[in-house]
């Protein structure tokens, strides 16, 4: 490997997943060493076998402190592009009972820690992931996004994990386009000095930041967004002109404001909300829901989203909590959006659609035309209904040719496969796809179509 060209050599070195690699390398070989602060990028987790043989009495004395490895491998690199630190995820269920002192030495969003190597490598930094250790990052106020802001001006990726952010002296960032904040603390003036100090993010993601009660985002040239709120908020504003794709997941925020005349893909997980407001949202394509409402009605919902009637693709699912099972048929469904082609119910809002059915639900379907395609995840309980209910669904829909029914696995083999045959037999026009779905694991297809 000594015989390699130099520059050969720095680009194995620079795609190591595990850049301990590139310590050992530097022990074993001078050659080695010698490239080895050439390298592009490093990319070091503290796994959790070293964690607990740096507590253990017996062993700790043998394990060098993570931060010392982290500190050698990046002194005196001269072109470092990405640098990424952090613990193994397996560390994030050690508990504060697990801990008996105020250790610092997985603290990695410490101030002190942090200036001590980045300055002498931010020149060429254009991304940085640092993903702290909860249990020791927590309770301590961390003013590294500054430092970061203050050092890096040719950053273009950021990523911070399971910390709590000050943005005291944050200062203007115009090279940030990528930001994600997961498991982060901070208070609502910090997230609006965010949106201030960083105006041209294009990506921002938002994971479980708790602390923000009237959380608003309000960036330019922000085009793509995933907003995950752990708490439960008393508002949510967006305003973002360029949005394309937005995901965004609540639990009972009192109002949601969505100001997004460019939102072509909007995934919407909801756990309750007294009012849902969109605005310029007319370009929309692709809708996902999934929501969970106990005192807002579906039918409510769907007042608000009629505003996008352009949408193409819809998939929704229900949560198990009661709703008025009636009104939510699915001709009502799609007269709300009339011109969707593609539908994918989730097992719940398949079975709210049935029981509708049922009760004499799936009269009209005035907006029932334009649908091609529907995927769903059904249960079986007595196939008379679900066979009269498919049948219903197909003469009200003339140009729908392809149908996947996914089968719940607890449905008795014989029962899936009689409806599967009364199926083709009654609508050989249609192209079917049959799968198997159950709770929490990925969707198996058994056949692609016919």
């Known amino acids: 490997m000594e015989e390699l060209p130099p520059s050969l050599l720095v680009e194995i070195m620079s795609r190591l997943t595990d850049s301990t690699d590139v310590a050992r390398c530097r022990v074993v070989s001078k050659s080695l060493n010698a490239v080895s602060y050439d390298i592009r990028s490093v ?82 930094l254009k991304s940085f992931s640092v993903s702290d250790f909860w249990v020791q990052s927590c309770w301590r106020r961390s003013e590294a996004l500054s430092l970061i802001a203050s050092t890096c001006a040719n950053l273009v990726k950021l990523v911070i994990r399971n910390a709590w952010l000050s943005v005291d002296g944050l200062c203007s960032m115009p090279t940030l386009a990528f930001l994600t904040l997961e ?106 829901l999934n929501v969970e409402l106990e005192c807002l009605s579906l039918g409510f919902m769907f007042g608000l989203l009629r505003h996008c009637g352009v949408v193409k693709r819809l998939t929704m699912d229900l949560g198990q909590r009661r709703v008025d099972a009636v009104e939510f048929g699915l001709d009502v469904l799609l007269d709300h959006f009339p011109d969707i082609t593609y539908l994918d119910l989730g097992p719940g809002a398949w079975r709210v659609m049935e029981n509708s059915f049922r009760r004499g639900g799936l009269e009209h379907g005035i907006g029932m035309q334009m649908l091609k395609e529907l995927v769903a995840h059904i249960v079986v309980h007595e196939m008379e209904f679900t066979l009269a209910f498919i049948s219903s669904v197909l003469d009200k829909c003339a140009k729908l040719s392809i149908v996947s029914l996914l089968v719940h696995r607890d449905v008795d083999s014989y029962v899936a496969g009689n409806l599967i045959s009364a199926c083709r037999t009654k609508f050989p026009r249609v192209r079917w796809r049959w799968g198997i779905w159950k709770e929490g694991i990925k969707d198996i297809w058994v056949s692609d179509g016919i």
């Open 43 to 124: 990319n070091l987790v503290c796994s959790m076998s070293r964690y607990l043989k740096s507590r253990s009495p017996e062993t700790k004395h043998l394990v060098t402190p993570f931060k010392t490895i982290f500190k050698n491998l990046v002194r005196h690199s001269t072109n470092l592009e990405s640098v990424s630190l952090g613990v193994d995820r397996a560390l994030g269920g050690i508990s504060f009972d697990d801990v008996e002192d105020e250790s610092d030495d997985l603290y990695l969003t410490d101030f002190n820690f942090i200036q001590d190597w980045l300055p002498s490598i931010s020149h060429a």
């Open 183 to 288: 498991f982060v603390r901070l208070d609502d003036e910090d997230l609006s000095r965010i949106n201030a100090c960083f105006p041209n993010l294009t990506q921002l993601n938002l994971i479980g930041v708790g602390g923000l009660k009237e959380p608003k985002i309000d960036l330019p040239h922000l085009t793509t967004c995933q907003w995950s709120v752990s708490n439960a908020p008393v508002s949510l504003i967006i305003c973002a002109p360029c949005l394309v794709d937005f995901d965004l997941r609540c639990v009972k925020p009192r109002l949601i404001v969505l100001d997004a005349p460019s939102l072509s893909n909007f995934n919407l997980s909801l756990e309750h909300t007294d009012e849902l407001r969109l605005k310029n949202c007319a370009n929309m394509q692709c809708l996902q």
